[in-house]
């Protein structure tokens, strides 16, 4: 992370941060923070009944102007899905959308049963 032959680079660092402690959380905030970067999504993206946690996330040192974000419940996970869509080009309006799912074995059942409840 850093600059190369003078030109900052655009940083886009996805996760699945499984940090139980506030103090851990702030120790990687911090991290992230001495690149210049910060979390995109400060809402929860896992909720059960006894806690709501963002455990899930990006860090980005882009402009807040340069990107859009939204989480979505795609039921096939305990997670919400999470989306950033980045403008390809920083002086256009263009949007470039791009969506990542592992795809393993318990994803792909949650998948076909999830095409077994279509009328």
Do not use: W
């Amino acid at each position: 992370m850093g600059q190369f032959d003078g030109d900052i680079c655009k940083l886009k660092i996805l996760g699945d941060f499984n940090i139980k402690s506030s103090a851990e959380k702030r120790q990687l905030e911090e991290m992230f923070e001495s690149f210049g970067s910060f979390r995109v999504f400060l809402e929860p993206s896992r909720t059960t009944t006894r806690s709501s946690t963002c455990i899930d996330n990006m860090f980005t040192n882009l402009d807040s102007v340069d990107y859009k974000k939204c989480t979505m419940d795609l039921h096939l996970s305990d997670h919400l899905s999470q989306k950033l869509a980045i403008r390809r080009n920083h002086g256009t309006r263009e949007i470039v959308y791009k969506y990542i799912r592992t795809i393993n074995e318990a994803n792909t059942i949650r998948f076909i049963d999830k095409l077994g409840c279509i009328n």
